[in-house]
């Protein structure tokens, strides 16, 4: 990889393969691959490379630009490699482009290719209908007083109130709901344990996706910090797809724990020196800062003042994502409402599945690191334990397909035979396509 400086160089060639399309945000461009006419984001990063000097026209790096130029500690490669999947808004390239008024000699930028899901983000899909539709069915009590509250509460708690289950209540399609959960699951696979799975259109109904890397147990943990139904992406669906792409987005707060997997069984007295810890977003802790609230405040929900985040508090807020799908949003905080109530408040009145349910519920309570019973030592069995719960969702999910109870489960359009040779091929093609990228994540990780 050729030097940031470099006046022709790969950058700029890559540059030639795309057109932009659009100013979408200061900055920010959809552009589209000649090749195959895809679109992508291309987000300007010059004034976070560089630096501006006193000597007109010279640029030095700036520490994120030594970070990632190749002439320095080049961290770009690494980056590429590790943010790409499926699931993910990865990174596709980076490149530059040549601007210019008219008569004038062009300025050089740079610019960072991410993946474009062109249907929104889930944050579209939460929104108070109550606004446009005045009769719609509200929460009860004063609509702008997000603290009224409902007097039955036990023991006093202070907690919004909750409408009356007058009947089962449901927003998104159950299909979707499974779609979102399964997606950012495969998500967090990678993130947290360094595993791939991809569905086989072959066989769609026959078992697991199939997993296309091995256990590594050297990967660390990354920890996204910032799930929320803004940062999950959508597309619109393609060929016979049922939805399209759904993605996890937005790294700015994630964190390389630094920590590695150990072995299953063994025993220690406290929990956290075989835990991945991170400080909340926005804030710093020192490691033993984290230690001694982790010790304090172990498994406590919502989070405390000096609790350290962990995967587990990733499970948590995916299932309160999951939760603001499937409750029907009437109040303008139905975010905040959501993550105020309690899981079985919010989940009570829905008219979904069993299945569905349990596994949200699932992902709010589950704790691989709580005590055995009968003594005072925690068995480390959290190796791996994300993708135990993505091949629960994943059972819980054919188990509904094949429930006549449920229609929608049946809904899905198979595609002609043409559409399912072409998913087919593309699997194939994909199969390739990772197994050479997993092969570049362990060069990574060796190197590291």
């Known amino acids: 990889m050729a030097s940031f400086k470099d006046a022709s160089d790969p950058f700029y060639d890559g540059g030639l393969k795309y057109e932009l399309v659009t100013e979408m945000a200061p900055g920010v461009w959809k552009i589209t691959r000649k090749s195959d006419r895809m679109f992508f984001l291309a987000h300007d990063m010059t004034e976070k490379l560089f630096e501006v000097t006193n000597q007109p026209g010279k640029l030095n790096l700036s520490l994120a630009g030594q970070l990632l130029s190749p002439e320095q500690h080049n961290l770009l490669e690494p980056l590429m490699i590790i943010l790409n999947h499926e699931n993910l808004m990865s ?27 062109d249907a929104g ?73 360094g595993m791939r799975f991809i569905d086989n259109p072959l066989f769609p109904e026959e078992g697991h996706p199939t997993m296309l890397s091995a256990e590594n147990p050297d990967w660390q943990p990354i920890l996204h910090r910032n799930i929320r139904p803004e940062n999950i992406f959508i597309g619109h669906p393609r060929r016979s797809e049922w939805y399209g792409a759904c993605k996890l987005g937005n790294f700015g707060s994630a964190w390389i724990s630094g920590h590695c997997q150990q072995p299953r069984g063994k025993s220690f007295e406290w929990p956290i020196f075989a835990k991945a810890l991170a400080p909340p977003k926005g804030e710093f802790m020192s490691l033993g800062d984290m230690i001694a609230g982790d010790m304090k405040w172990t498994a406590t929900h919502p989070q405390q003042a000096g609790q350290p985040y962990t995967i587990r508090s990733e499970y948590r807020a995916l299932g309160q994502v999951m ?106 093609r994909l199969i390739e396509k990772y197994t050479e990228s997993y092969a570049q994540v362990a060069n990574v990780i060796q190197k590291v």
């Open 91 to 117: 990174i596709v390239d980076i490149i530059t482009f040549h601007f210019s008024n008219s008569g004038r000699f062009g300025r050089k930028r740079w610019f960072t290719v991410w993946d474009y899901c």
């Open 121 to 193: 983000n889930l944050g579209n899909l939460i929104v108070n209908q109550h606004r446009r539709n005045p009769k719609a069915k509200t929460y009860p009590g004063d609509l702008d007083d997000p603290m009224d509250v409902d007097d039955t509460s036990e023991a006093g708690e202070k907690r919004p109130r909750t409408p009356p289950p007058e009947k089962p209540f449901i927003h998104l399609p159950e299909s979707f709901c499974w779609h979102v959960l399964r997606s950012v699951l495969k998500a967090l696979v990678w993130l947290h344990d």
């Open 323 to 428: 939760q603001a799908l499937m409750y029907p949003p009437m109040v303008d905080y139905h975010w905040q409402w959501i993550c105020t109530n309690q899981v079985e408040r919010v989940l009570e009145p829905l008219g979904y599945s069993a299945a569905l349910k349990n596994m949200v519920m699932k992902l709010m309570i589950f704790d691989h690191w709580a005590p055995v019973e009968g003594q005072d030592t925690y068995v480390n069995d959290a190796m791996y334990k994300t993708r135990e719960l993505h091949l629960d969702a994943e059972d819980a999910y054919l188990d509904w397909k094949k429930n006549q109870r449920w229609p929608e489960a049946k809904a899905e359009v198979p595609g002609t035979k043409a559409e399912r040779d072409q998913d087919s091929e593309d699997f194939k």
